[in-house]
C-alpha cells in the first residue's frame, strides 16, 4: 500500500496499476484506498494528477456513473 507521503505522480502511477493488477476500476481502488485509511474522499483529490482525473472520468462515464461531457447535440 502507499501512503500519501508520494507525490502526486507515484499515487496516480499506483492507482492505476492497482486497478489493473486487481481487474478492477480505479474509482475501486481509491474508494478502498480511502476506507481502508479512513480518510474523506475529498482528502484524496490533491494526489491525483489530471492525467489520472481524466482517465477516471472517462472511467465514470463508461460505467454511467456520470454523464458525458460533449457539447454535441444529436
Known amino acids: 500500500m502507499i501512503n ?4 502526486p505522480i507515484q499515487f496516480s502511477q499506483w492507482v ?3 486497478a ?5 476500476t480505479m474509482l475501486d ?3 478502498e484506498y480511502c ?3 479512513d480518510i474523506e474522499y ?3 483529490v490533491p494526489y491525483l ?3 489520472l482525473k481524466q482517465k477516471i472520468r472517462i472511467e465514470a462515464e463508461r460505467l454511467r456513473f456520470y454523464k458525458p461531457t460533449t457539447t454535441e447535440k444529436l
Open 29 to 31: 481502488i481509491i474508494s
Open 16 to 18: 492505476e496499476q492497482k
Open 42 to 44: 475529498s482528502e484524496i
Open 35 to 37: 476506507d481502508e485509511n
Open 49 to 51: 494528477t489530471d492525467n
Open 20 to 24: 489493473i493488477v486487481d481487474q478492477t
Open 4 to 7: 500519501l507521503n508520494e507525490n
